[in-house]
C-alpha cells in the first residue's frame, strides 16, 4: 500500500512540473512606455511567460497592474549568434514597440504585426531590454 502512496505522490509531482516550469517565465524592467499587440503599456517590471506548453506561439506579458496581453509570435533562430534574455523594441517617432523577445539564447519569437506597422521600421531605432 506504501508503494502506491508513494507512486501517487510521485505521478502528482510529475503531471504539475509542465506547470511550474511554465509560470517560470522571463522577467524584465522596461523603463518607457511601449506598445504590445496593438496596447499602450506603462513603463515597469514584467513577466513575459509561455501560455501553452504544446505550442511556442502564444505567450502573456503582464505586470501587477495589468491582466496581461497576449502575445502572438512566430519563432527566429540564431544559431551562430547568442542573444541574452531580453526584449527588443522599436523606437519611432517617440513609440517603443515591442518587436521581438529572446527567452533562450538562440531561439527568440517575432512579434507578428500588420504590414501597415512594419512601415515605421525604416525609420526606427532598435532598443534592447535585457531580463534579469
Known sequence: M??????LV???LAAGLPAIAQTAGMQV?????????????????????QV????????RIRNEKTEGILLTTD????PVKSHHRSLVFLRS???YQLVQFWPWEHSG??????SVKQTLV????????AAQ
Open 10 to 12: 510521485l505521478f502528482l
Open 75 to 78: 519563432e527566429v533562430d540564431s
Open 93 to 95: 517617432g517617440g513609440v
Open 122 to 129: 525604416a525609420d526606427s531605432d532598435q532598443v534592447e531590454v
Open 2 to 7: 506504501k508503494f502506491w502512496k508513494v507512486a
Open 52 to 59: 501553452w506548453k504544446n505550442t511556442q506561439t502564444a505567450w
Open 29 to 49: 524592467t522596461v523603463p518607457f512606455d511601449f506598445v504590445a499587440s496593438g496596447k499602450l503599456l506603462p513603463a515597469g517590471h514584467y513577466t513575459v511567460v
Open 109 to 114: 519569437r517575432n512579434m507578428r504585426w500588420s
